[in-house]
């Protein structure tokens, strides 16, 4: 395996890979997803392309897919998904987990700081975006919780970002608002635009 910049990536399936010829592609996006980053911390979720913009061109698959990224040694992160599907040809190119995605993000000394879930998510080989969305779950080790619609992680700077609503758990409360900037293990957090703070034990939570 050769390295891809900062680290190394490796994957194991349990299912076939489609399409003829498909393994170079493979190859070349399982090594950019070790990058997982994006361009700067300022993110204009504007500009990205939205999840009904999808061109089903030359799809590379493979299905019960693990992927995991190491870097110096030492083992950053894992993605679970059922199968992620590779498009080279698209503008721009992507990948796209569109069947579950769960990942755990490891600290120093290899112990899951945090976790992510989501219904779907699509990584961005060009510009090196990675969007998870619909029902997106982070829990970290202290048992604290968000809660969004859309979230961005910045592998580079292992920070959250999102312009939606939010829902932040912790100890015994819940706080709400639009618009996150937050470290991957949630111990730094800010709502952009926090509307509130209930305990955790009120079931009257306010809608989107």
Known sequence: M???????LSFSHNGALRRPGAAPFLLC????????????????????PGKNNLKDLDN???????????????VKAKLYTKEFIGNENARPPYIDFLKGVKMDMFDDKLQVESTITARTARYY??????????????????????QT??????????????????????????????GLEATQDLTYVKIKNQRGTIPVANSDFPSE
């Open 2 to 8: 050769k390295p891809s910049r900062s680290g190394y």
């Open 29 to 48: 996006c399982i090594m950019v997803v070790a990058l997982l980053s994006l361009a700067s911390c300022e993110n204009d979720l504007s500009k990205l």
């Open 60 to 74: 590379d698959r493979a299905s019960d897919v693990t992927f995991v990224y190491s870097e110096e040694g030492k």
């Open 125 to 146: 080989t060009r510009d090196e975006n990675v969007i998870a969305r619909d029902s997106v779950v982070v829990i970290n080790r202290k048992g604290e919780k968000l």
């Open 149 to 178: 619609e859309e979230l961005i992680w910045n592998k580079k700077l292992e920070r959250f970002y999102t312009d939606k609503f939010v829902r932040i758990t912790k100890d015994d409360q819940i706080s709400y608002g639009s």
